[in-house]
């Protein structure tokens, strides 16, 4: 491994681990808010940033799309926590979530110098939550109110990548929350971290949404 991947994986990990920590205090700060155990948010996101690190310093990421797959970690994190040790995704995380992705991936749609990512992303929320939506309205002891309000942010980062992979990402979820039933004996799962991996796979392993102007 190259130095200076070694490198940006020590910095982007121990600034994570910086980000998780203040993720921590504020969970325990939201109204009805959740304590995390010791260093759990912290290692969490601490991994994952370093990873998008890793991939960034490599090239297999460039630089105005990394802003994406971090906010997803960290925020997705805090989710995480939020949904297994409570049960529920707050709107405290969940409708931020939407003018940062939005924001984040408008940038990086502005340094790629093509407006398709922010049509895509726009397309990608609107079919996550219109299916949940959807769902919800048919048969609700399925999904949970959080669980819609997340679906869209997570749609519009899934679709920035690729529409495509936004009907596989609902898809992975269904399944991994059904291995998660079939192996707890049928006991109520939540579905938040099950929405969560997928979404930060393909922003942070899938392919690029578009070059930038004059570079890869």
């Given amino acids: 491994m ?6 940006a ?12 920590r203040l993720g921590g ?7 009805r808010g959740v304590r995390p155990p010791p260093w759990s948010c912290e290692t969490a996101v601490a991994v994952l940033w370093a990873l998008v690190a890793a991939r960034t310093a ?4 460039p630089v105005w799309w990394a802003p994406v797959p971090l906010l997803l970690a960290w925020g997705g994190v805090l989710l995480v926590a939020c949904d297994l040790l409570a049960s529920r995704l707050p709107d405290a995380l969940t409708l931020p979530a939407y003018p940062a992705l939005f924001a984040a991936i408008g940038v990086a749609s502005c340094a ?3 407006p398709v990512s922010i ?7 609107g079919l996550f939550a219109g299916v949940y939506l959807l769902v919800r309205l048919i048969a609700p002891a399925s999904l949970g109110p959080g669980d819609v309000k997340l679906s869209g942010a997570l749609g519009a980062a899934v679709g920035a990548v690729a529409l495509l992979a936004v009907p596989l990402s609902m898809l992975a979820s269904a399944v991994l929350t059904l291995l998660h039933l079939r192996r707890s004996g049928g006991a109520a799962a939540p579905h938040g971290p099950a ?11 899938g392919p690029v949404p578009s070059a930038p102007v004059g570079g890869g």
């Fill in 195 to 205: 929405m969560l991996l997928p979404a930060w796979l393909v922003t942070a392993v």
């Fill in 9 to 20: 994986m020590v910095l982007g990990g121990a600034s994570g681990a910086a980000v998780g």
């Fill in 2 to 7: 190259e130095t200076m991947t070694v490198l």
């Fill in 112 to 114: 790629s110098g093509s």
């Fill in 25 to 31: 205090a504020v969970l325990s700060r939201l109204r």
């Fill in 119 to 125: 049509g895509a992303a726009l397309l990608g929320a």
């Fill in 58 to 61: 490599a090239g297999a990421l």
